[in-house]
T-cell receptor
Framework: DVKVTQSSRYLVKRTGEKVFLECVQDMDHENMFWYRQDPGLGLRLIYFSYDVKMKEKGDIPEGYSVSREKKERFSLILESASTNQTSMYLC???????????FGSGTQLSVL | AQSVTQLGSHVSVSEGALVLLRCNYSSSVPPYLFWYVQYPNQGLQLLLKYTSAATLVKGINGFEAEFKKSETSFHLTKPSAHMSDAAEYFCAVSVASPGSARQLTFGSGTQLTVLP
């Protein structure tokens, strides 16, 4: 069974902390994505990667960075967490054509 | 740039009634179109997709959608709602970008409630 695993289901952090969200996929997919999901706004793309060490900004990259050192792992980094980054974060992976994305179950991040 | 508009953030239907969730897209090039479903406390899973083959697309759990280029629409339907269909549904569009991967742009979602 294919799997996208996000390291934490719930996370509580304080303002100014550095936060790492980890995502691992076991399908040898080229592409990986980070979205944030907010009520009424749907999913918004933060960053994506189409190869190891490659990254591209999505629609809302400000305040975030990413790392992809290995094909199966894609990390989202909040350098200095702020309260407006409280959200549900979803990781996804897909093949080169992205005809189907596989999603993790999400990390609900609260920044206090 | 592409975009998706989902009409109605909340839709309620009775069990056994027709389900119709509306999606309109904007794209300057031929798009791929998708419907994803999200059950509580889970990630999204693909219901169905249109990738320039047949305009009427059948998906899982009895759902289908029709691509209508003239109306720039991709509405999701199911003839008879079941209680287990209660979930949030997202329409998405993707277009090819030279030298880059296709990116999915999602709509804001429609929460479907099924009444007994």
């Amino acid at each position: 069974d294919v799997k996208v695993t996000q390291s934490s289901r719930y996370l509580v952090k304080r303002t100014g902390e550095k936060v790492f969200l980890e995502c691992v996929q076991d399908m040898d997919h080229e592409n990986m994505f980070w979205y944030r999901q907010d009520p009424g706004l749907g999913l918004r793309l933060i960053y994506f990667s189409y190869d190891v060490k490659m990254k591209e900004k999505g629609d809302i990259p400000e305040g975030y960075s990413v790392s992809r050192e290995k094909k199966e792992r894609f990390s989202l980094i909040l350098e200095s967490a702020s309260t407006n980054q409280t959200s549900m974060y979803l990781c996804a992976s897909g093949t080169a054509t992205n005809e189907k994305l596989f999603f993790g179950s999400g990390t609900q991040l609260s920044v206090l | 740039a592409q975009s998706v508009t989902q009409l109605g953030s909340h839709v309620s239907v009775s069990e056994g009634a027709l389900v119709l969730l509306r999606c309109n897209y904007s794209s300057s090039v031929p798009p791929y179109l998708f419907w994803y479903v999200q059950y509580p406390n889970q990630g999204l899973q693909l219901l169905l997709k249109y990738t320039s083959a047949a305009t009427l697309v059948k998906g899982i759990n009895g759902f289908e959608a029709e691509f209508k280029k003239s109306e720039t629409s991709f509405h999701l339907t199911k003839p008879s709602a079941h209680m287990s269909d209660a979930a949030e549904y997202f329409c998405a569009v993707s277009v090819a970008s030279p030298g880059s991967a296709r990116q999915l742009t999602f709509g804001s979602g429609t929460q479907l409630t099924v009444l007994p």
